[in-house]
């Protein structure tokens, strides 16, 4: 037996369970725990400045019958379906240049100068578009210096563009655009191009042969863009804090004023799972849509 040991040991299996196992115990403490954490708290009581450890449903119950809940998580979700359209739709043309439009020693500057926004905090991109989009930022100064907004301009006053959906929408796009450019153009560039000439060999136009070869084929850089975005900015809480003003709050917000200002940590951890499942799901649902996309594609 101890012959057998030693050799498993040894062993490829052994080597590579050594390898992964670093990060194993990273993701568990990390990730699974804070997770379970939060789980269990869901099914606790509320006491006074304190948890009580006792089983209910009461806090699922509250969440799922509160309507500020039911429209903050609409406000959340279709804030995160925007965002998710509007930088899909934007990454799509970028990263199809950079696979179809470059030379392939052009291609790591550009990928360089893309990834250039993650050389800053998150924070200060937000607050920079702040500045931006503010009463007196720097749109409405330059409307004002061009004699767009004033007395006689055609807008008397400057233009009130912070606190707003549209607002949140477009920092969040601005913030989420690498994460959708990139799988979206290793996608592309995964594409075998024999199979594009052999389209437009057979009498394709260049528009039939994206639609019925390049865009199926890309669709699983789609599909990973898609999750990347929508996931984070539903749970999102520093822009609509910023530049929302707190006026627009979404589900993370929610769940900070639970957990912090109002000490209640268990019903805070339901609406964390509420809004878990509610994405889970949804995430789900658009997987298999893009499967039978697929499937009826082909």
Known sequence: MAGKGESWLRSESAQGYALISPSFLYAVLLLAAPLVTILAYS??????????????????????????????????????G???????????PIAYYLSFGLAPNQKARWIFLITIPFWTSYLIRVFLWK????????????LE????????????DPLQMLNSVGAIALTLAHAYAPFAILPIFVSLEKI?????EAGQDLGESRWRT??????????PGVVAATLIVFIPTVGDYVTPELIGGG??????????????????????????????????ALSLVFLWLNRRFLKVGK
């Open 43 to 80: 099914f606790f009581q509320d006491g006074y400045l304190t948890v009580v450890h006792e089983f209910t449903l009461q806090n699922y119950i509250a969440t799922w019958t509160d309507p500020i809940f039911r429209v903050i998580l609409v406000r959340s979700l279709f804030v995160a």
């Open 247 to 280: 006026k627009m709050p979404m589900v993370a917000n929610l769940i900070q004023a639970q957990m912090l200002p109002l000490d209640n940590r268990p019903m805070g951890s339901a609406i964390a799972v509420s809004s878990l499942l509610v994405v889970a």
């Open 210 to 219: 994206f639609l019925r070869v390049t865009l199926p084929l890309a669709m």
């Open 131 to 142: 500045v931006i989009l503010g009463y007196n930022g720097v749109i409405n100064s330059a």
């Open 192 to 196: 075998d191009r024999s199979l594009l």
């Open 145 to 156: 210096s061009i004699g767009i907004i004033g007395p006689n301009g055609l807008i008397a």
């Open 82 to 92: 925007l965002v998710t359209l509007i930088t899909v739709a934007l990454a799509f």
